[in-house]
């Protein structure tokens, strides 16, 4: 028998992502400041800018690093968000996150374990919405049912930003996505 193959990264189907020096100093310092030039981002992890343009591309092509750009919802008709629980027959899980996605309102869907394994996040114009959505839920995906929600009506962090109370990104919470802890 040959050496066994690498795993591969579900996103990607591609072999995980490499943990060396350089990933090491790039993903953070990306994730700090996506705006940062390739030069600033050289110095920061010690190569040159072309290294760090063709590690970017080769990250972003593998899915190992996706850009996601977040407003502030305070600024938005959407400020209110909601997180819904909601069970559904195995068999419909996929067919419903489809039709969940179809809403406009729905920013994030996610299968899950449990008793209620559906999850998905909406960004709502008012809380008295959730009434609304709610109905829209029973006529249109009648196979699910929710089990719990959960209304915010202000975020305090959103993808490793601290939020202010204006909506606006106030500092950067440094992730290490190869700690062991």
Known sequence: RGPAAPALSPASGQPPLRPDTVNRALIPAVAADGRRSASELAAVAGVSAATVRRRLNQLIEARDLVLRCEVARELTEWPVSATLWAR?????VAATARGLLSMAEVRLCASVTGPQ??????????????QRLEAQLAEHL?????????IALRQTKLMGRLISPAG???DVVPMDIWSSG
Not at 88 to 92: G, L, Q, S, T, W
């Open 168 to 170: 606006r990104a106030v």
């Open 88 to 92: 559904v027959p195995a068999d419909r």
């Open 142 to 150: 009648p196979e699910l049912t929710l089990v719990d929600r959960a």
């Open 117 to 130: 394994n559906l999850l998905f996040t909406v960004w709502l114009r008012s809380v008295a919405d959730v």
